[in-house]
C-alpha cells in the first residue's frame, strides 16, 4: 500500500485529532484528551507553529498515521526535539508507516541541528520500546515523566497565595 509523508495542513488537523484520540482510548484515557480540532489549527500552522506534525497521507483512507514535533530547550544539550506523539492507525500497522514518521522526526530534528530528539514511551508497550531501541534510541528506564494539571497548578498557587 502506498502513503506519503509530509507536513500537516489545516484541512488535516481533524484528522490527526481522531488519531490521538484513538491512541487516548489505547492508553485507557480516553476521556483525557481536551485538545480541539481549532487548538490544533491555531497552534500547528502559521510561522509562528507550536509544534510541527508530519502526516502519513494514503489514497484510499486518507491521514493513517501521525507524527507530532515541537522544540524545547535542554540545560544540558541545548536545543532539542520532542515527539509528542508518533500514531498510526490499528488496521494499518506493520505496513511501515510508523518507521517513515519516526524517520522523518528523526530528519527534521538533524535538518534543525539539534542535539537530541526525546519522547515518552509507556513500559507496558514492549513493542514500541523494541522498535526504538532497534533503532539506536536509549530508553531510560530510570527516570520518571512528572506532569501538574490544571486543577493541581490552581490548587498549588493557592496554597501560597499565588491565586
Request: hydrophobic letters at 40%; proline letters at 1%; charged letters at 30%.
Amino acid at each position: 500500500m502506498s502513503f506519503t509523508i509530509r507536513k500537516a495542513e489545516a484541512s488535516d488537523m481533524a484528522s490527526v485529532l481522531r488519531l490521538v484520540n484513538e491512541l487516548a482510548i489505547h492508553e485507557n484515557e480516553a476521556d483525557a484528551v481536551e485538545v480541539t480540532v481549532d487548538d490544533l489549527i491555531a497552534h500547528g500552522t502559521g510561522e509562528d507553529a507550536d509544534f510541527t506534525c508530519f502526516v502519513a497521507d494514503t489514497p484510499d483512507e486518507g491521514i493513517v498515521g501521525i507524527a507530532l514535533t515541537y522544540f524545547r530547550f535542554s540545560t544540558w544539550k541545548g536545543r532539542t526535539v520532542h515527539l509528542e506523539d508518533l500514531v498510526v492507525k490499528e488496521n494499518r500497522r506493520g505496513e511501515g508507516i510508523g518507521m517513515a514518521l519516526y524517520s522523518e522526526v528523526i530528519n527534521f530534528a538533524h535538518e534543525h541541528d539539534v542535539r537530541r530528539v526525546e519522547w515518552v514511551v509507556l513500559d507496558d508497550n514492549h513493542g514500541a520500546i523494541g522498535f526504538y531501541e532497534a533503532s539506536g534510541a536509549h530508553v531510560m528506564k530510570n527516570w520518571h515523566t512528572v506532569q501538574m494539571h490544571k486543577e493541581g497548578m490552581k490548587k498549588f498557587l493557592k496554597a501560597r497565595g499565588k491565586i
